[in-house]
């Protein structure tokens, strides 16, 4: 059974702060994924991964970085978080061209 | 660009009724459709999915229809139970090796199954 797991469910950061969200998968999926989810936006991808140290830009990247050092682990990094990015995020991961497995979410509140 | 989109923002049904959410694409290149379900407070989980090579897919309850000249599918769920009720996305995705799994998504419907 396939688990990604996310290092926290709620955060809340101050404006500014450099905040950092982890996401570990236990199914040695080559690909890893960070979306954030909001209400009339759906899921919009942020930054995929397809192998270690290996990263692509998505739909929406700005504000955002990555890091991939081990193939189970991939971390979103909010460099200077701001007000808009108050979002759910959610990382996934999958091995095959199709279809994605996802972790919990992370809410994150930025005040 | 919305690649993805599903118009109905909600739906609301009768327990026991049929639900039928749309789905409209326009990337005539996307070959592998798929539906998530998400509950508040957890992660989307996959529910059906259907290649482009065909036109529909059943899985008890849930029976997604593909038609490509319109660039339109469907979920159908029936009987509609309470449990339900949630969020469902739409996407859509490129088979081979360079897509790497991207998913796109579309903006979700809210679906709510009244008893």
């Known amino acids: 059974d396939v688990k990604v797991t996310q290092s926290s469910r709620y955060l809340v950061k101050r404006t500014g702060e450099k905040v950092f969200l982890e996401c570990v998968q236990d199914m040695d999926h080559e690909n890893m994924f960070w979306y954030r989810q909001d209400p009339g936006l759906g899921l919009r991808l942020i930054y995929f991964?397809?192998?270690?140290?290996?990263?692509e830009k998505g739909d929406i990247p700005e504000g955002y970085s990555v890091s991939r050092e081990k193939k189970e682990r991939f971390s979103l990094i909010l460099e200077s978080a701001s007000t808009n990015q108050t979002s759910m995020y959610l990382c996934?991961?999958?091995?095959?061209?199709?279809?994605?497995?996802f972790g919990p979410g992370t809410r994150l509140l930025v005040l | 660009d919305q690649q993805v989109k599903q118009n109905s923002p909600s739906l609301s049904v009768q327990e026991g009724r049929i639900s039928i959410l749309n789905c409209d694409y326009t990337?005539?290149?996307?070959?592998?459709f798929l539906w998530y379900k998400k509950y508040p407070a957890e992660g989307p989980t996959f529910l059906i999915s259907?290649?482009?090579?065909?036109d529909k897919n059943e899985d008890g309850r849930f029976t997604v229809f593909l038609n490509k000249s319109a660039k339109h599918l469907s979920l159908h769920i029936v009987p509609s139970q309470p449990g339900d009720s949630a969020v469902y996305f739409c996407a859509a995705t490129l088979s081979g090796g360079t897509s790497y799994g991207k998913l796109t998504f579309g903006q979700g419907t809210i679906l709510t199954v009244h008893p």
């Open positions: 259907i290649s482009s090579i065909k």
């Open positions: 996934a991961s999958s091995s095959l061209s199709r279809g994605q497995y």
């Open positions: 990337n005539s290149m996307f070959d592998y």
């Open positions: 991964s397809y192998d270690v140290k290996m990263k």
